[in-house]
């Protein structure tokens, strides 16, 4: 179903063998991600021929060591520079929502085998929405870290100050499990409390009616205090973190360009990329500093900030092979991959539609289990 580049078997060594295997939480990994003895290709024909990874990233040790069973490695957006999840070289994962429209990208394979009830969590990478937007697309559950909270060692591109690793799952018991596994510092206790004391700041931003209808519905559901809040420089945030991710991506694989094997989209992005000139990231630094200032500031007056994932509903295959934009899909994410802040996307219910919306949940840095004890909060109640 274009969900895997690579299907294996992989649990640690250790006793219980195959009863201990079989009981154990299943997990996929996207290929940007190392795991040893198999490429790391991006999902990328010009990187198909890559040697197999010496060793093993640190999230997927730390994953094993904990008892996960990994059953391969996800397909992908080529190089993670895409947010529609379309690969012509080895295939678009499915919308497990709705197979006409786009799973999202870049961490498509890992939402899609996700919705699809493949495994019950997957890894992926977020660089400007790369989780979030797939799993708002797919209908899971996905969580974006705190930038450098989670070990990026053995984990493409090498050098970003955007990128974070994260967990996919269908609810959010799973999430806390994925991120327990591969942080040590997370703190099961405090992402497991009652936080129905929380003071949940609403921020205000463009979006289609119904999607901020339904994060709206979902929260007054709750019976969690909200104040509206304004965070100012959302569009200069956007656009410094294209700017960013434009340049680190040139960085980091501008030299396949000359390869001849790069999808078209990808070597289209990419030679744009390269005209990055040092003002605009001089000018996205600035930005960068003072849109986190802002956020920090709004987060002194509420513990978490609630927003649409997405503004819109995915688009169909069909109309984003024809070219319709899709940029503006990560309107409402990428802003915080700039600011490094914590942020989730969980599933809710839109009225009229069988397609689910994603509801963004972003906290202070450094404090996800805040952010994952909020959206327990909210899925639990919504479930009641």
């Known amino acids: ?221 709750t019976g969690l205090s909200t104040r509206d809040v304004r965070v100012d420089s959302m569009k200069d945030a956007f656009t410094a973190g294209l700017a960013v991710i434009n340049a680190e991506t040139w960085r980091a694989f501008g030299h396949l360009v000359e390869s001849g094997k790069l999808g078209a989209d990808v070597d289209t992005r990419l030679r744009a990329a390269s005209k990055t000139t040092p003002a605009d990231l001089e000018a996205a630094e600035r930005v960068r500093r003072e849109f986190t200032a802002k956020v920090d500031a709004a987060l002194n007056e509420v513990d978490v900030l609630v927003l649409p994932t997405m503004p819109s509903f995915p688009i169909t295959l069909d109309a984003a092979r024809a070219g319709a934009s899709v940029i503006a899909m990560s309107s409402l994410i990428r802003p915080f991959n700039l600011s490094g802040h914590p942020a989730l996307t969980l599933p809710v219910a839109v009225e009229g539609s069988a397609l689910k919306a994603g509801l963004q949940i972003v906290g202070r840095k450094g404090d996800d289990e805040t952010v994952c004890a909020v959206a327990a909060q909210i899925e639990a109640m919504l479930a009641g």
């Open 1 to 221: 179903m274009n969900v895997y580049l690579q299907e294996f078997d992989l649990s640690a060594d250790g006793a219980g063998g195959a009863t201990s295997r079989a009981n154990a939480p299943t997990i996929a990994i996207k290929d940007s991600i190392d795991i040893a003895g198999y490429p790391t290709t991006g999902a990328s024909r010009s990187l198909a021929d890559a040697p197999g990874a010496s060793d093993h990233a640190h999230v997927v040790r730390r994953l094993l060591d904990a008892g996960w069973h990994i059953t391969g490695k996800t397909n992908m957006h080529e190089l993670a520079f895409g947010m529609t999840g379309i690969n012509d070289f080895c295939g678009t994962p499915p919308n497990p929502q709705d197979e006409s429209r786009i799973p999202g990208g870049s961490s498509s394979g890992s939402a899609s085998a996700v919705g699809l009830k493949l495994v019950d969590a997957a890894l992926g990478t977020d660089t400007g929405g790369s989780i979030r937007g797939p799993a708002a697309c797919c209908g899971v559950v996905g969580l974006k870290p705190t930038f450098a909270r989670v070990s990026r060692e053995g984990v493409a591109p090498r050098e970003t100050t955007l990128d974070c690793v994260g967990p996919f799952a269908r609810d959010m018991k799973t999430i806390v499990d994925v991120m327990l596994a591969i942080d040590p510092s997370f703190d099961a206790n405090r992402a497991r409390r009652d936080v129905s004391n929380a003071r949940v700041g609403m921020l205000e931003v463009e979006a289609d009616g119904e999607i901020v209808d339904a994060v709206a519905s979902a929260i007054s559901r």
